[in-house]
């Protein structure tokens, strides 16, 4: 189903039954198709986290979490997140022990994505605001600045004599930012990224994250296109790249990509989140 019959940008009622129709597929093929040889394109996980969870328990109780879903990079479909804010609204009238709250919404979430999704529940004051680790990117001047992708602003550093010495690196900017492209919206984010391969232009790297300031793209998309711009461009060794989006509607969305699974990091929760 296109995204244009999603409920992305429409006034809707909040629902007070459960109601798993709600959901709302896309798939990622489209999307990938530019990129699909890419090594480690589909090769992580999407976390999100779901600040809006109620429920009722056996005894008519409210009930109250904060949720981690690892929605595997793997699956054929994301999920639109409005429809997924309104499912997960729609158990607020409904009664259910914990462990069958989570075994309803792993099998619905699951059948939607067509992979297997997980669900991790945390009392309300149990997640830790965790920091960003390596070089912020954040102090360059770049000397190109444009506002829509543009791969080519990756480079190697031109500094550097071509050795072919190899580093390992960490590096995280706080400036990325996209739009929805249903609604326009801007989405803000850290982005961090682990590199291993020929030392490149870190005040580049900075100036090609500023590019995605107008783009358009989900935030999975916006990340899968970035793994894929660096890794085709600077042909590194081994490559990560996550993205800690801040919340919106009560959800945030950390997708991260990986060439290697042994690169594969913790989920984390930004102090912005």
């Known amino acids: ?22 959901l709302f597929p896309i ?39 904060i949720g981690r879903l690892h929605i595997p990079a793997t699956s054929s479909h994301l999920i639109e997140s409005k429809s997924l804010k309104l499912y997960f609204n729609s158990f607020n009238f409904e009664r259910y022990a914990r462990q069958d709250f989570i075994d309803t919404v792993e099998t619905d979430l699951s059948k939607a994505a067509h992979a297997e999704i997980k669900l991790e529940l945390f009392d309300v004051d149990a997640l830790t605001v965790d920091r960003p680790h390596g070089i912020c990117l954040d102090q360059y001047k770049p000397s190109t600045i444009v506002y ?36 326009n919206q801007p989405d803000w984010g850290t982005l961090l990224i682990r590199y291993r391969g020929k030392k490149l232009s870190e005040a580049n790297l900075f100036a090609y ?5 107008e783009h358009n793209g989900f935030h999975e998309q916006c990340v899968e296109q970035i793994f894929a711009d660096i890794w085709t461009q600077l042909q590194p060794e081994k490559l990560m790249v996550y993205a800690a989006y801040t919340r919106r509607g009560g959800l945030d969305i950390n997708p991260c ?17």
């Open 27 to 65: 798939a990622r093929g489209d999307a990938r198709l530019a990129y699909k040889d890419v090594t480690g394109i589909a090769q992580g996980i999407d976390w999100w986290h779901v600040f809006e969870i109620s429920w009722l328990d056996l005894d008519g109780i409210p009930q109250v979490a």
């Open 1 to 22: 189903m296109s995204v244009d019959a999603s409920l992305l940008g429409q006034d809707t009622q909040y629902p007070t039954k459960y109601a798993p129709e709600l």
């Open 209 to 213: 994250i500023i590019s995605y300031r």
């Open 148 to 183: 829509h992708p543009d791969a080519s602003l990756l480079t190697l550093d031109s500094e550097v004599q071509p050795n072919n010495e190899i580093i390992e690196q960490s590096y995280y900017s706080h400036l990325l930012r996209s739009n929805c492209p249903v609604t």
């Open 257 to 273: 990509r990986v060439s290697d699974l042994s690169w594969m990091p913790s989920p984390l929760r930004l102090a912005r989140q």
